[in-house]
DNA sequence: GAGAGCTTTGAATTGGGGTTCACTTCTTCG
DNA sequence: CGAAGAAGTGAACCCCAATTCAAAGCTCTC
């Protein structure tokens, strides 16, 4: 037993496979999932192709994590404003949807590879439990909002559906910026927003949109 | 000049072509265009892979015209039904969500093509088209409500965009059968089609859903 | 039926990543 | 220092479906 790795050491490793999925994820923000390929991946960090099979399982399993990880900072940004707002169902529902809108059209790119981008299936299944999460948030929501008769009787998970896909179809012209830089936030984005904040309120039945 | 194809051999040709065609679009509706294979489409017309080749310029070529002709066939669908529907926006929309939902809930697999499979990007070039096809025709009858009063006052391009993405996010659950075979329509589908209906009417803005 | 010109065939080629693994380079410890 | 084992390297390999193309088969005219 001539080798035994230090703390240090230790440590290193981790940071390490923290730069692999700093790296995967900064090239996800910039190009999407399809430009995140293992090559350039290690690249990005001055390492091996093959190191990050130390680190990782293989690519799907690497890109697995970044999604979780990216879609679950997105998640707590959301879940946190929510907490921070009233208990007005309302209040809530708005403080949803502009914190998910503004995010998504401040990092287009980001948005539309956790939104829509096709990938392969271990990632559409990390997708699915996001959005899944993101339908539940506003299920609760909604419940609440029947409940208390501040938003009409209706199924609160299919509304929550019918929510997230109006946000996200409105939303996807605008988060669909071909290649080139990431566009400026343009002031026409606020019309947006306010837009999917008036159909959506609509939709649930309320006439004042607090 | 030895050789100038008849008529006949013309229309032989031209029956391949369909029957290409044909193939693919079946194994599309059955699996998806993921399995829509050069192989296998040339096997299910018991020919040869090169030959495909002489009709089409490329797998792309012929999934695209695939897409193309598959997606205005639902659109006609849609649009024969609004043709036959009254005058009343109201009406008109009903209809629109009504027929295409209804439709997508009975060839799931295909609609789940249409709508939502990760495809190649000449493929999703039509998919955009014909995603802008259908906001388009919502957004018409949307500003026609809208200047009758019958709607809220709004943006009927962004509500157009907000309704398509409601009724096909509400659908995803269903549309996504994984494999096995189509399941048969369950009165569960007629819920859903109806909430999908009342969400997308209080959204506009009118209390009567007809 | 000869032969010019389409069409068909399917094995071989291509292409582009992911993945492997024999080898090299570190680290640690006696 | 030197042995033992961990970590890193990257060219070779694999996978898989699209695509090619030279040879074989057909159709049609004379």
Redesign the interface.
Known sequence: MAYRPTETTRRNAELKRAGFLRAARSLVAERGFGAATVAAIAAECAASVGSVYSYFDGREDLLAEVFRSAASHELDAVRTAVAEAGSDPRERLDTVITTFAGRALRGRRMAWALLFE??TPAVEAERLVYRRSYTELLAAILRDGVADGVF?P??PS??A??????????L??GLRPADGDEPAPSPEDK??VE??R???F????TEETL
Chains 1, 2 share one sequence.
Not at 161 to 170: D, K, L, N, P, T
Not at 202 to 205: V, Y
């Open positions: 096709p990938v009409a209706q199924d299919l509304a559906s019918a929510v997230m896909g109006a946000i996200s179809e409105a996807i012209g019309a947006i837009g999917i008036l159909f959506c609509r939709a649930l039945g």
